[in-house]
């Protein structure tokens, strides 16, 4: 068993560096896309003698191959070189700005599964009622409704208005509140409609038409044997939200003026900074394949037979 659970493991791993080596293809090809890199970073009146001078000095004048193969050698090291903005190491940059990203999207993870469970559980154990239609309708608004527009509508309300949290910024913990409503939405939305999906279809299943029938109670029924395999769908899409709960966070820095790495992502492709781009991409990656990866575990977890 424990060797089957450490296969299952390596397996997993190199998927994940497989996954991570087309990452840095993709990054290292979007550098190139618009042409020669230095003709983007530099003046447009910059002497055609300091183009070549940092052509050269940068690797930029070896053939791609070669550029690529250099690329990697650094990237596999945290070496993405040093921020044309800030003059520091980009991925020193990324390091100091990811604590207060990762506050953010575990906050807002927290919110939308505190939404989502209990609405999905209910909408679910509920089809076809007024119960289970008014969560549709909610489910819907959170899955349509723009990430800026509601950042703006919270300010207005709770910050202008209402004077209950601040406007931006990274003061103390209730800084955190609006933006991770902000992040938690669009996944709390997917999170409940996936579980209602996912509970309607086990209910219906011949096992718990058998516990039903031995006189279990529903709340036994729901706990033990209908929640436990409906979470195996919902818990792939809350890997496949960690993205997403990523790319809300950039928006979600930008309008509150928080000061995480998808704030910083923005200023640096407002400047043109490839190194900082370069990291951001390279560790959200890093973060997306390492939580796949656990979740991978919670699968043979639930379901012992995808160990096998």
Known sequence: MAARVLVFLIQRLLLGVIVLLGVSVTVFALTHLGGDPAAALLPLNTPPEDVELFRK????????????????????RGDFGQSFRYRQEAMGLILERLPATLKLAGLGMFFALLFALPFGIISGLNRGTYVDALSRVIVLLGQSIPGFWLAIVLILVFAVQLRWLPVSGSAGW??????????????????ARILRSSLINVMNRDYIRTARAKGLSPTPVVARHALKNAAIPVVTVIGFQVGVLLGGAVIAEVVFAYPGIGRLMIQSISARDVPVIQAFVAMTAIIVVSVNIFLDLIYGWLDPRIRF
């Open 57 to 76: 000095k940068a690797g930029l004048d070896q053939p791609l191959p070669v550029q690529y193969v250099n690329f990697l050698s650094h990237a596999v």
């Open 174 to 191: 209730q800084s955190l509140i609006l933006p991770a409503i902000v992040v938690a939405v669009f996944p709390a939305a997917t999170i």
